[in-house]
């Protein structure tokens, strides 16, 4: 059975098969033929952490990917990459757009390669559809051998360049984490139009698959990085950073169109393709296959998701533990203040920063009664009455830290030989001045 990987930038789960209100109805489609997950999450809220640790099936700690790559951080060991698990069985890998676990695609082992040679920032869409032409004719060509191809799309990630007509910033609204006002509705109204983008091109290449005959016998996952890029969101533990989209659909399955509300990982994606692909899973990988979710023969894999974030743009080191009620959050530094620099530029952080953002503190851990307090915005850390609660977060938490030999608290923090990173008082993340940066001694 082939697979087709689609994956947005920084779509979170703001898309319609989560949100009736945004116009994706490629992805609706694809959610009613296939198996909705509700309650996915990713390991790490930042770009490149995130997929290495769904390709991998290793937390970023493990697998290396601390940063982002296209700042100096790479995965420890490019065999463990899905793709390469697959070439090793005989599968076909093509790789079309956006990857972002490798300073130069070509390390990651494809067997074939097509980015639109183009900055993508400079034109999102253009971009997009140049890549997703290499797909189409990738898919149109005579087969030998199943295949695994990856279509990344740079949509939905900042900058917003347009707001499309069918959007009008004074009829939205917008997520809960930001304040509602004409410069948050206006930045919310260009992810709309990324969003409607990106469907767009998704469904190019699904009408193709569907033209080609190949459908019946393809796996298609759909899934993103982490949550929008927006304050309070990428980035950041809480739900609206870590909560993603994730859509499975092959032939044959049990749970076509159904909405699945276990509590699941990006590292579950690799042993459940595994599994689904009638493959060995490599002893390396951390997840729990979600077939028997898919099977309808269990209602959870899963006690607690775990996610983490070392570096984005600046360091900023956090690890969570998520059970279905309760999540617990630390931080392993003294440094309380936000991190700017880990924020994406736009209108909604402009907004804050003009407001005081810089003048508000964190606290170095967060528990958040879920049921009660979906948002996230009581923190019930220092609250006596949820003191054993908070017990049985900080042991897991804890115990899995020790178990996948995380670093934090116990050594320093690795850093690459060449890297770039933003101090922690940097504003802006793509700032040209020099004394932004820091600067480490070899």
């Known amino acids: 059975m082939n697979v087709l ?13 989560y949100d009736p209100g945004i116009r994706t109805p490629a992805l609706l489609r694809l959610a009613k033929e296939g198996t909705l997950f509700r309650n996915m999450y990713c390991c790490g809220p930042t770009c490149s952490p995130s997929r290495a640790a769904l390709l991998t099936s290793q937390f ?3 697998n290396g990917m601390l940063g982002l790559a296209h700042r100096g951080f790479a995965l420890a060991d490019y065999d463990k990459h899905l793709a390469n698990y697959l070439k090793r069985h005989q599968y076909e890998t093509v790789l ?12 990651i082992g494809y067997d074939r390669v097509y980015i639109d040679s183009r900055k ?3 034109d999102l869409t253009a971009w997009d559809t140049s890549n997703g032409d290499s797909a189409i004719a990738y898919l149109r060509e005579k087969h030998t051998k199943p295949f695994f191809l990856s279509y990344g799309l740079v949509h939905t990630h900042r ?9 009008d910033p004074n009829y939205l609204k917008v997520p809960p984490s930001l304040p509602d006002n004409a410069e948050t509705r206006r930045d919310y109204a260009g992810y709309l139009t990324s969003a409607i983008r990106a469907d767009a091109c998704i469904e190019r290449v699904l009408k193709t698959l569907r033209e080609e005959g190949l459908e019946e016998d393809t796996l298609i ?10 304050p309070h969101m990428k980035c950041t533990l809480y739900d609206s950073g870590i909560g993603v989209a994730c859509i499975i659909k092959y032939p044959g399955n049990p749970s076509r169109g159904q909405a699945k509300d276990a509590l699941t990982s990006h590292i579950d994606v690799f042993p459940t393709l595994c599994d689904l692909l009638g493959l060995p899973q490599p002893d390396w990988l951390e997840g729990q296959s979600l077939l028997p979710l898919l099977e309808n023969s269990a209602a959870e894999v899963n006690e607690a998701i775990y996610a983490e974030t070392t570096y984005h743009a600046a360091y900023e080191p956090q690890r969570c533990i ?7 959050i630390r931080r392993y530094d003294d440094y309380d203040d936000y991190v700017p620099a880990n924020i994406d530029n736009g209108y909604s952080k402009d907004f804050l920063l003009d407001h005081g953002l810089l003048g508000q503190k964190r606290a170095t851990e967060e528990l ?11 923190n019930v850390a220092d609250d006596a009455s949820y003191s054993s609660i908070k017990l049985q977060l900080v042991e897991p938490l804890a115990q899995r830290l020790e178990e996948t030999d995380d670093f934090l608290g116990r050594r320093p923090v690795p850093r690459p030989a060449n890297f770039i990173l933003n101090k922690r008082t940097c504003v802006d993340p793509d700032s040209q001045d020099s004394s932004d940066y820091e600067v480490f001694a070899d």
């Open 5 to 17: 990987y689609i994956h947005t930038h920084d779509s979170g789960r703001y898309l319609e098969p």
């Open 60 to 62: 970023p700690h493990q």
């Open 96 to 107: 079309c757009g956006m990857q972002h676990v490798a300073a130069n695609p070509h390390t």
């Open 120 to 122: 993508e920032a400079e």
């Open 159 to 167: 900058p917003f360049h347009e707001i499309d007509d069918s959007v």
């Open 221 to 230: 996952l759909y899934t993103t990085d982490h949550g929008i890029a927006f």
């Open 322 to 328: 998520r059970t279905q009620r309760y999540k617990y």
């Open 368 to 378: 958040f009664d879920l049921v009660f307090d979906p948002n996230e915005r009581n």
